[in-house]
């Protein structure tokens, strides 16, 4: 019966996703579905639903960081924060370097602030802002700053990822972030070679970032103090400070730059925090307009449905007849493989990384006992997988945020090389004799 509840609800996410349907629906229809497989085991409605609750609770961070993302983004962008590092840069940007540079500054500050949403609404933001002004390959540049804005999430000492990761497997972090940055050492080497390469033979701009600068300067009052806002992001990063105050603390920065330069009312400021910033010159409106949080709705949505999930898995037992077909696997292939497939099913179905990463190891963790395979394991799998799902949070929220094509996790070529890298080593080592 487990089986067969799980394959209807596959087949309703496949059809959703095949038809266009709103993915939102699929996962409703899947809330009900498993809430109804509750019911039948026996448990009341009550019951139901403080397991839903229970799911929720694990995902409050995410929530409220959606919160400050949707509010940071649209703040930037009034405050002429984003304008004014294009303007600043215009002269270090060139259309051959620029894909490559897109990468390594948005790997520089996930890893810094430890989180790829707040990446891609800041700096994402800004490499997708140039990308379009400039007339570069924006699929290629909004593939650039996905797998950086995941390169930090995944092994940066602040990320919510790395410590879930290290809190689930009982590991200690620090010996997770060496590990992290052994085994994706060649998987980045050739994501940068790609990117140097298709610079240098294929990469071009249409128009100059001069004239995008002269742009903004239309539109905002370009100065140093506009840079505010993301000198407190960086220098707090720096500092560590945890990644809800050092965002807040941004947008403290913003609203003062908003109020102060700009000449903004408060009025005006609130309706861009909740409804996005929208620019009066039409030329630059497209390069720019976004963020707010009403822009986060629909993501925060997935992840309140996709979470109750976990809570009527974990106190149904609905899963326990797959872990059992994980452990036969297990026997006769390596466990990174098995942890592999596992967590591609369970980022396709979860839609949120936080989720997927969470059911990996609840369905896994008993085929590796060493804690600190199984840590680095996930974070060669779930982590870095869940961004290529079109529908997954982690992919959408990240697009949506920086301003990218919804194509651009076909080049996002980290997120796709570690995993395979991880699974050619994963098969070499099943045939090393232990020492």
Not at 195 to 206: A, N, T
Not at 386 to 398: G, H, N
């Amino acid at each position: 019966m487990e089986i067969t509840i799980l394959i209807i609800f596959i087949l309703g996410l496949t059809a959703s996703v095949s038809t266009k349907i709103p993915i939102i629906y699929a996962l409703l229809f899947g809330y009900l579905l498993f809430s109804a497989y509750a019911l039948k085991k026996g448990y009341s409605v009550k019951g139901v639903l403080k397991m839903s609750f229970e799911g929720i609770k694990t995902t409050k961070n995410i929530l409220i960081t959606f919160m400050l993302i949707g509010v940071l983004t649209a703040l930037w962008r009034a405050g002429g924060t984003i304008g004014a590092i294009i303007s600043y840069s215009e002269k270090l940007i060139s259309p051959k370097t620029f894909v490559i540079a897109a990468f390594l500054l948005n790997c520089l500050v996930s890893f810094l602030t430890g989180t790829a949403f707040g990446t891609a609404a800041t700096m994402g933001a800004i490499c997708m802002t140039i990308a379009y002004a400039m007339g570069i390959n924006p699929l290629m540049v909004g593939g650039a700053v996905l797998s950086g804005s995941y390169f930090g999430d995944r092994c940066s000492p602040v990320s919510t990822s790395a410590l879930l990761v290290s809190e689930i497997t009982k590991t200690d972090i620090y010996k997770n972030i060496k590990n992290m940055m052994k085994t994706a050492a060649v998987p980045f080497l050739i994501s940068c070679i790609i990117y140097i390469v298709y610079g240098v033979l294929i990469g071009k701009g249409s128009i100059s970032c001069v004239d995008a600068a002269a742009l903004f300067k239309e539109e905002f009052n370009i100065g140093i103090l506009s840079l505010l806002p993301a000198a407190v992001m960086l220098i707090l990063s720096l500092f560590k400070v945890k990644v809800k105050i050092t965002m807040a603390s941004s947008i403290l920065g913003a609203i003062l730059i908003c109020i102060s330069r700009e000449e903004m009312l408060f009025s005006d400021i609130l309706k861009f925090a909740v409804t996005g910033f929208k620019a009066e010159n039409a030329a630059i409106s497209e390069m720019i307009d976004g963020g707010g949080l009403l822009s986060m709705i629909n993501v925060a949505s997935i992840v309140c449905l996709s979470s109750c999930y976990s809570g009527i898995f974990r106190e149904t037992g609905l899963l326990d007849g797959v872990k059992k077909l994980i452990e036969r696997a297990g026997e006769r292939l390596p466990s990174y493989t098995v942890i592999f497939l596992t967590s591609v099913i369970n980022s396709m179905v979860s839609c949120n990384q936080t989720l997927a990463i969470m059911l990996t190891e609840f369905m896994c963790g008993h085929i590796e006992k060493d804690k600190e395979k199984l840590a680095i394991n996930l974070e060669n799998s779930a982590v870095v997988i869940a961004p290529l799902v079109p529908w997954s949070i982690a992919c959408s929220v990240s697009l949506l945020s920086s301003g990218a094509p919804a194509a651009s996790p076909i080049t996002a070529f980290f997120l796709y090389l570690l995993p395979v890298y991880s699974l050619i080593t994963a098969k070499r080592n099943k045939k090393e004799p232990s020492v």
